[in-house]
């Protein structure tokens, strides 16, 4: 993960990077290295984590002598992506988030073939003025692109990327494996009777390739889930009417529809509000208002932990109302018909 890289940045760990800046770091060509912010301070600057979050990560640092960073992923406060712009933003390096099938990939595989993509984790972006674009998850990964550069006659310039998106394109354009991102992945049913906050959430998710579906009221969310099954749930507990929380009671009758994670959202930002929805059931919650990079984070950890590590990697696609567990169903089916 990006995080031992920052941790193993030449000798240094999470916590030195932590307390002091970084200094007399390697130099090379395209992402020579200026004086840098600490690893906190560009966390709290981009509104990644909050001192309360620091404050709580320092806490547990006590007790179990983890790097912080690790603690942090731990808490699903970062993740993967998050350190993934630390780190660009740290070496000043461009970086690529999700990788698609390169132009003239063909040729590109004569350069670089399966094996080397494989044992050095990299995957060739493109060419252009005689100029290698390089996907590599280390910025001080220098032999590797001495390497590359001496083989190809190119000179090689790293773009950053998470190591899980490089053996995904990996496995994807030199393994012909399918995507295991697909859009059976992807598909978000966000709730809430804020018609601002329902449409900015929905419209940050679309920016990061999901699907979306929204309803404003507690019915009209059930007929969604009833007849699309989505893979996620966007929640406010505070809804007028049917409340967030009798929706999710309602969920949780179906042998289908409880399997669906849910991420909770509600103004109602008190540890006892958090606490009782965490209790009820809910995947995650998250405060308002929105932290949109956190609950964007909350969400691909979601999604990654039910469907990805293997819990429940095949979408359901039998409708509720015929599923074996027919009383729960009934009781969903009533109540988003409104009888």
């Known amino acids: 993960m990006l995080v031992e890289v920052v ?3 030449h000798g240094f760990s999470m916590r030195q990077i932590l307390s002091k800046e970084v200094k007399n770091m390697p130099q090379k060509d395209d992402f020579s290295m200026k004086k840098r912010l600490r690893f906190g301070e560009i966390l709290l600057e981009m509104g990644v984590i909050t001192e309360s979050d620091l404050g709580r990560a320092l806490a547990r640092q006590k007790i179990t002598r983890q790097p912080l960073g690790q603690i942090f992923e731990q808490l699903g406060i970062i993740c993967d992506k998050d350190i993934l712009r630390i780190l660009a933003r740290q070496f000043h390096m461009k970086k690529i988030e999700q990788i698609r099938r390169p132009v003239h990939f063909e040729g590109l595989v004569k350069m670089i073939d399966s094996r080397m993509a494989v044992e050095k984790k990299i995957f060739p972006l493109g060419v252009k003025d005689k100029i290698l674009y390089l996907a590599i998850c280390s910025p001080l990964d220098l032999d590797t692109l001495d390497f590359v ?3 190809t006659g190119l000179r090689t310039v790293p773009v950053l990327a998470t190591p899980a998106e490089i053996d995904r394109a990996i496995r994807i354009f030199y393994l012909e494996e399918a995507d295991p991102r697909g859009s059976e992945f ?4 966000v709730v809430d009777d804020q018609e601002t906050y329902c449409k900015t959430i929905c419209a940050k ?10 309803a404003d009221n507690g019915p009209d969310a059930l007929k969604l889930v009833l007849a699309r099954m989505p893979h996620l749930i966007i929640l406010e507990s505070a809804l007028s009417g049917m409340s967030g929380r009798d929706v999710f009671r309602t969920l949780q009758t179906n042998c289908q529809s409880r399997k669906i994670p849910v991420i909770g959202i509600s103004t109602r930002a008190y540890p006892e509000e958090e606490a009782l929805l965490l209790d009820m059931g809910y995947f995650d919650f998250v405060a308002k208002p929105l932290n949109f ?3 964007l984070a909350r969400v691909r950890r979601a999604l990654t932990f039910v469907y990805e590590n293997g819990n429940d990697a095949q979408k359901q696609t039998v409708p509720i109302a015929w599923t074996e567990d027919r009383s729960g169903a009934e009781s969903l089916h009533r109540l988003a018909l409104g009888i």
């Open 7 to 9: 941790q193993k940045l």
């Open 205 to 214: 998710l679309q920016q990061s390739d999901y699907r979306t579906l929204s």
């Open 293 to 295: 990079t956190r609950l």
């Open 186 to 189: 992807r598909t978000i049913l």
């Open 149 to 151: 550069s001496f083989r």
